[in-house]
């Protein structure tokens, strides 16, 4: 059975950094699509990056000068760091994986998904 789970997310203040781990359990994820998402209080979740095959990545626009996604295929984790934390990064944080070839891994949405975390909580206070 697939599972993730979640870990790392915590209560920081604005300027600070975190590292979000998902660790995956039950098959090997070094040929999955992986993904971040996000949800703010009383907002749609949001896709925050996806990376494929341990290898491509691509980080939202809004978030990509202060996100970075990376995996540690022997350990079976995906993570991802977070610079520079803002009020609005406040969040649960949910990893996301699938298999299926289509759509592409970039152009996956959340519905494409099949597996997700339960997700970590991010707090950032000014």
């Known amino acids: 059975q697939v599972m993730l789970v979640e870990s790392g997310g915590g209560s920081v203040e604005a300027g600070g950094s975190l590292r979000l781990s998902c660790a995956a359990s039950?098959?090997?994820?070094?040929?999955?699509?992986m993904g971040w998402f996000r949800q703010a209080p009383g907002k749609e979740r949001e896709g925050v990056g996806t990376?494929?095959?341990?290898?491509?990545?691509q980080i939202a626009d809004s978030v990509k000068d202060r996100f970075s996604i990376s995996q540690d295929i022997a350990k079976n984790t995906l993570y991802l760091q977070i610079s520079d934390l803002k009020p609005e990064d406040t969040a649960m944080y949910y990893c996301?994986?699938?298999?299926?070839?289509?759509?592409?891994?970039?152009?996956?949405?959340?519905?494409?998904?099949?597996?997700w975390g339960q997700g970590t909580q991010v707090t950032v206070s000014s």
């Open positions: 996301a994986a699938d298999r299926r070839l289509w759509p592409g891994c970039h152009q996956k949405q959340q519905r494409d998904f099949g597996y």
């Open positions: 039950g098959s090997s994820y070094s040929d999955y699509c």
């Open positions: 990376l494929h095959k341990a290898a491509s990545v």
